[in-house]
């Protein structure tokens, strides 16, 4: 296993992360693609999804059952063997998600929506319900089973595991996950 410790950038390191693209980790069929708002710095100057440190995800994708073990970032890739995917809304890397204009949600929603529709996993679960509302035009969305489609795939919204939102404990979010992890029929 990975060392646990975070990496260590410059800010002029992390800066210079504006620029770099991180790789979707995808693949057709999957049980559930999971997609983040957009890249955070230190998730682009790593390459790997939810790697900042203080970002709940890997914890809460353990707590709920998704994965046997806790994964390090550096393991992205073994999600594959889960049936389990990572995307994001919008690509370009930001220090925070209000960096973001609210073209590139709409954008990034449209191109979300024919991944989905050319990857046809089983349920796109978009991690947090205001990047869902800003990206879908679904001002009335709540966590939880959407009734949008894409093809066949269906929609899920999970709350972000950034560690900005106070609104959900890793337990009371590993829940929900838990929830859209029995939807999926495992």
């Not at 790697?51 to 914890?59: D, I, L």
């Not at 707590?63 to 809304?89: A, C, K, M, W, Y």
């Not at 204009?101 to 046809?120: D, I």
């Not at 959900?168 to 939807?183: D, K, N, P, S, V």
Request: aromatic share 6%; net charge positive; charged share 20%.
């Amino acid at each position: 296993m990975p060392s646990t410790a975070a990496p260590r950038f410059t800010p002029e390191q992390l800066e210079a992360a504006r620029e770099l693209l991180v790789p979707d980790v995808v693949a057709p069929g999957l049980r559930v693609l999971l997609c983040g708002i957009n890249p955070g710095l230190m998730t682009a100057a790593t390459g790997h999804h939810f790697a900042r440190p203080g970002n709940r995800f890997w914890p809460v994708l353990h707590l709920s059952g998704f994965t046997p073990r806790r994964l390090h970032p550096s393991e992205q890739h073994l999600l594959l063997d889960h049936g389990i995917g990572i995307t994001n809304v919008v690509a370009r890397a930001t220090a925070r998600a209000d960096e973001l204009a609210p073209e590139e949600y709409r954008e990034g929603g449209r191109l979300l929506a024919a991944k989905v529709e050319r990857l046809r996993p089983a349920w796109l679960a978009v991690l947090g319900v205001t990047a869902y509302r800003a990206a879908f035009g679904d001002k009335h969305a709540k966590v939880g089973p959407q009734e949008r489609t894409f093809g066949t795939s269906r929609v899920w919204v999970l709350p972000n595991p950034s560690g900005l939102n106070a609104h959900w404990t890793a337990q009371t979010m590993a829940e929900e996950f838990a929830r859209l992890r029995a939807a999926t029929g495992e």
